[in-house]
Nanobody, 121 residues
């Protein structure tokens, strides 16, 4: 049973940093694609980043790649989203999702609950 647990959100000032964690159970993060999404109030969900360790691929959406990085730790079976130089417009609920059957960042169908990030101005 694929399960994902996101954590690490909170309140941070503009310019600060946060590291979000997505802990996986029921599967190995190295064998599956896992991505981060965010949804701000009143806005559509946006894809943020994805990692497919088995395919040796990491993606961060162009508008965020100078501030956000995605990584994974096999020993902790966890995927991280490091967010630096945070801005108020980064305020959103951040969720992680996995491809339960393989390594495609286009088939992230198993979702964990979100974690709220609030950036104060």
């Amino acid at each position: 049973d694929v399960q994902l647990q996101a954590s690490g959100g909170g309140l941070v000032q503009t310019g600060g940093s946060l590291r979000l964690s997505c802990a996986a159970s029921g599967f190995t993060v190295d064998d599956h694609a896992i991505g981060w999404f965010r949804q701000a109030p009143g806005k559509e969900r946006q894809g943020v980043a994805c990692i497919s360790r088995k395919e040796r691929r990491e993606y961060v959406t162009d508008s965020l790649k100078d501030r956000f990085t995605i990584s994974s730790d096999t020993t902790k079976n966890t995927v991280y989203l490091q967010m630096n130089s945070l801005k108020p417009e980064d305020t959103a609920v951040y969720s992680c999702a996995a491809d339960p059957y393989g390594t495609s960042c286009l088939q992230l169908d198993s979702w964990g609950q979100g974690t709220l990030v609030t950036v104060s101005s």
